[in-house]
Antibody
């Protein structure tokens, strides 16, 4: 069964750091671009990062310089290091699989994890 | 960044009736390879989003054929031919032609 399981969420103070992990199973992890997408409770979806099969990584301006995405293909794992967190980073963070072509989604974001909740509060 | 605009934002529908959601982008989503990088997602209450349509008009695996996607360039539409109770949730369009990927605001479909 194809599966993505996120972990590492929790409560952190403003200015703090957190590292999210995503464990992948049931597919050839190294062949897919891997993304993080977040959702503030009751709000819409926001794309957070991508790490491609060539280990290239990209971010939106809202997290650039603070978040770092990485992957470890030998462990079928995706990570998101989040630094200098603010209350605006409070959200559910989803790990998402994409079969990419030049970092464009060839067939959509076809597998999503259940998400892990990050709460930034003093 | 490409701005995605959905309408309507709220969509009450009687079961068995059709429904339609529009998604417009601030720039063309048609790549020089001929593909429109526009996807549709449904987030049912309490669940993670799920892929419905990719590349504008291709149904994802397991998606009922009452769902269809159309459009090209900047204008796209998701249609449900006959709404069922299980179709309740938030529908999002997303562009992947350019980083950063961006989503529409979401359309909440509810049953009358």
């Amino acid at each position: 069964e194809v599966q993505l399981v996120e972990s590492g969420g929790g409560l952190v103070q403003p200015g703090g750091s957190l590292r999210l992990s995503c464990a992948a199973s049931g597919f050839t992890f190294s062949s897919y671009d891997m993304h993080w997408v977040r959702q503030v409770k009751g709000k819409g979806l926001e794309w957070v990062s991508v790490v491609g099969t060539a280990l290239d990584a990209y971010y939106p301006d809202s997290v650039k310089g603070r978040f770092t995405v990485s992957r470890e293909n030998a462990k079928n794992s995706l990570y998101l290091q989040m630094n200098s967190l603010t209350v605006d980073d409070t959200a559910v963070y989803y790990c998402v699989r994409v079969q990419g072509e030049w970092l464009r989604p060839k067939s959509g974001m076809d597998v999503w994890g259940r998400g892990t909740t990050v709460t930034v509060s003093s | 960044d490409i701005v995605m605009t959905q309408s309507p934002l709220s969509l009450p529908v009687t079961p068995g009736e059709p429904a339609s959601i529009s998604c417009r982008s601030s720039q063309s989503l048609l790549h020089s390879n001929g593909k429109n990088y526009l996807d549709w997602y449904l987030q049912k209450p309490g669940q993670s989003p799920q892929l419905l349509i990719y590349l504008g008009s291709n149904r994802a695996s397991g998606v009922p054929d009452r769902f269809s996607g159309s459009g090209s360039g900047r204008d796209f539409t998701l249609k449900i031919s006959r709404v069922e109770a299980e179709d309740v949730g938030d529908y999002y369009c997303m562009q992947g032609v350019q980083i950063p990927y961006t989503f529409g605001q979401g359309t909440k479909l509810e049953i009358k």
